[in-house]
């Protein structure tokens, strides 16, 4: 738990986006979900995130440029609701 409170020190300290505006990488929108991604390419703590991350199993969110749900790696974060009839496969 000790390396968890480091690096999220180091982000807070160093202005990083996830220490600023965490709520960003919990969001609900596929948009904003693109963005938290992009915003932790070029993190210094990027691999210490994404690692713990995935030891703890996180539930949900972006950790180290990846979105977590239920605890693994998903490409992309699906629109709340049902799809459209006209992105259903035939």
């Given at each position: 738990m000790a390396a968890i409170g480091?690096?999220?020190s180091l982000a807070a300290g160093c202005g990083l986006a996830c220490g600023t505006d965490p709520d960003l990488f919990f969001a609900e929108s596929p948009q904003d979900v693109a963005r938290a991604k992009e915003l932790c390419a070029g993190c210094p703590v990027r691999a210490a995130c994404?690692?713990?991350?995935?030891?703890r199993?996180?539930?949900w969110g972006v950790w180290?440029?990846?979105l977590l749900l239920r605890g693994a790696i998903v490409p992309?974060?699906?629109a709340r609701g049902r799809p459209r009839k006209s992105q259903i496969a035939a």
């Open positions: 480091t690096w999220l994404l690692a713990e991350a995935l030891d199993g996180e539930p180290g440029g990846e992309t974060k699906r």
